[in-house]
């Protein structure tokens, strides 16, 4: 499936993806050292809310979508070297907006999860 959305991204700090099918998407980020937060090698936690996003934009596949809202719960800590894997459905569809469901696994371990509300206008949110 050719993806319609978001093609400018920088994969290897959003998610490369995996599979791509109506209303699904799966994506995986290995992270590196850019990704660090601290000495300690902890994953700073935008890299991992960018994969979230990123798949729930492929799950989507419009090209105008954009995301209005989420809700991201941090389960567990990331660290460098990880490789996490997001997996993302729509599960509600209502006129232009679409709620998402997102689960993000290292090790087929729960890191993180997310609800997104995302919306399709009619054109580019900067036309």
Do not use: W
Request: with cysteine; charged share 30%.
């Amino acid at each position: 499936m050719e993806i319609k959305t978001h093609r400018a991204i920088d994969q290897s700090l959003s998610g490369t993806p995996l599979e791509l099918s109506p209303s699904r998407a799966k994506i995986e980020l290995q992270t590196d050292q850019r990704m660090v937060a601290d000495e300690k090698g902890l994953i700073h936690g935008g890299f991992i809310f960018s994969m979230v996003d990123y798949a729930a934009m492929l799950a989507v596949n419009e090209e105008t979508v954009v995301l209005a809202k989420a809700e991201v719960k941090f389960l567990k800590p990331v660290v460098v070297g990880d490789v996490l894997v997001a997996e993302a459905e729509v599960v509600e569809t209502e006129g232009k907006k679409r709620k998402v469901k997102v689960e993000v696994k290292r090790d087929g371990e729960v890191v993180c999860v997310g609800d997104l509300l995302c919306v399709v206008p009619e054109r580019h949110v900067l036309d």
